[in-house]
Nanobody, 123 residues
Framework: VQLQASGGGLVQAGGSLRLSCAASGGTLSNYAMGWFRQAPGKDQEFVAGMNWGGTVYYADSIKGRFTVSGDNAKSAVYLQMNGLKPEDTAVYSC??????????????????WGQGTQVTVSS
């Protein structure tokens, strides 16, 4: 499966963005999905994950502000980001895990990655 993330941009603190992850070449319901981010000079970190059984999992740093969802008919996964903070500035990437039943916060568990989309939050 090929993944492509989009929807990043420049936003002021407190604003919102909706990231999309479009898939091709596979059925997304066969995978658990994750969102990761990497800020300049920092390690990549888990943001949110979901499986198609309705289970979602969020990093503590974004809990209550971000929402992950998916639309299998559109082969897409979304990350709605509200209440953005300057520390949310990073390149955001989506990823797919062949073990569709789990929700892993570890990047090494994911088999397919889309290119990242830049999110910049100004103060």
């Amino acid at each position: 499966v090929q993944l492509q993330a989009s929807g990043g941009g420049l936003v002021q603190a407190g604003g919102s963005l909706r990231l999309s992850c479009a898939a091709s070449g596979g059925t997304l319901s066969n995978y658990a999905m994750g969102w990761f981010r990497q800020a300049p000079g920092k390690d990549q970190e888990f943001v949110a994950g979901m499986n198609w059984g309705g289970t979602v999992y969020y990093a503590d740093s974004i809990k209550g502000r971000f929402t992950v969802s998916g639309d299998n008919a559109k082969s897409a996964v979304y990350l709605q980001m509200n209440g953005l903070k300057p520390e949310d500035t990073a390149v955001y990437s989506c990823a797919a895990d062949r073990k569709y039943y789990r929700l892993s916060p570890f990047s090494y568990d994911y088999n397919y990655w889309g290119q990242g989309t830049q999110v910049t939050v100004s103060s």
